[in-house]
């Protein structure tokens, strides 16, 4: 089973030479920490930065230079700073390649629900509708399942909808799955998980073709 270093070490296995990469809030934010070092990326953070390097050490946090999600990040060597509505302007002419998001549930056809649970307080929607209307390769980030041990793979989303029929693949604590016309496609199972405890974590329908190889991180 992997932990949220994990996901985000697998995911950066999905980033290519050249792309220009959103990183939503929380589990997207570790990427830019494990992708490799012979390739050039651009991360993109809606609050206005373009060049995001890793996390910095602690001591050498600077209060001034933020992600979207308000955590000190650093920057690399031509990065850029901007206002919103330059930064929106990006992601709504379809300039960045890949978008990585949290999400709190994701449907079998590729829904996607990550910005509000009725009943609770939510300061707004924020960049999330633009990222998934906009960009055509979305990975989500997540765990399988919530803390009562119930999925968040489901037939259909139960939560109000951030996007529809936008996802592409799914990395989670317990696999690696594709979003097809059919539901979800297992593509890898994490370390010491079982082909059958990705079936018993998911509501949605889970394809499993063949011998599905564990994940190498």
């Known amino acids: ?119 609770k307080m939510v300061k707004g929607m924020g960049g999330a509708m633009d990222l998934v209307a906009s960009a055509e390769n979305i990975i989500v980030a997540m765990m399988h399942t919530n803390k009562a041990g119930e999925s968040k793979l489901l037939k259909r989303c139960s939560l109000p909808l951030t996007g529809v029929g936008c996802v592409k693949k799914i990395v989670t604590n317990l696999a690696v799955l594709e979003v097809t016309p059919k539901g979800f496609k297992l593509l890898e199972t994490a370390p010491g998980i079982s082909v059958e405890d990705v079936k018993k974590a998911t509501e949605g329908t889970l394809i499993v073709d063949g011998n599905i190889p564990e994940m190498v991180l």
Do not use: C
């Open 1 to 119: 089973m992997l932990d949220k270093n994990g996901i985000a070490k697998r995911i950066a296995k999905e980033v290519k030479d050249g792309y220009y990469v959103n990183l939503g809030i929380g589990i997207p934010t570790l990427v830019a920490n494990f992708v490799r070092n012979d390739i050039s990326v651009e991360f993109q953070s809606e609050n206005g930065v373009l060049g995001m390097g890793p996390f910095p050490f602690e001591g050498e946090e600077d209060a001034d230079i933020i992600n979207a999600g308000k955590q000190t990040i650093t920057t690399l060597p031509g990065a850029s700073f901007f206002d919103s509505a330059t930064s929106f302007g990006m992601i709504r002419g379809q300039h960045v390649d890949l978008t990585i998001l949290g999400a709190m549930e994701v449907s079998e056809n590729g829904d996607i629900a990550n910005w509000k649970i009725p009943g």
